[in-house]
């Protein structure tokens, strides 16, 4: 069985769409999130089937995915860290600056 745990955190994450597509299109500053079911459960929102995340170049595409929310039903964290599970696949296709830290 093919399990794999990955949290992205990428800087603007706080903004994301609640729903089978957001109204952004990637490169806005903004996650553009694509799945085919969604729910809230207690502080989480959890989105199933075939989840595609994209940020300014980056896609991360999993069978699974979980965000943390706070009591406003945002993303509790200003990263916003994404918990995404089974076949998880990441993709940069923009150019990637590396710090030496």
Partial sequence: MK???LVV????????AVGQTSQTTPGQ?????????????????Q???????????TVVT???AD????ARGLPS???????VRGNVRVEVTAPVILLPW
Avoid: C, K
């Fill in 3 to 5: 399990t794999a745990l």
């Fill in 9 to 16: 955190s990428i800087l603007g994450f706080a903004a994301f």
């Fill in 29 to 45: 500053g903004r996650v553009v999130s694509r799945f085919n079911s969604s729910a809230i459960v207690g502080n989480v929102f």
């Fill in 47 to 57: 989105m199933r089937g075939n989840v595609r995340l994209e940020y300014n170049g």
């Fill in 62 to 64: 999993a069978d699974e």
């Fill in 67 to 70: 965000l943390p929310l706070d």
């Fill in 77 to 83: 964290n200003p990263l916003a860290s994404y918990t």
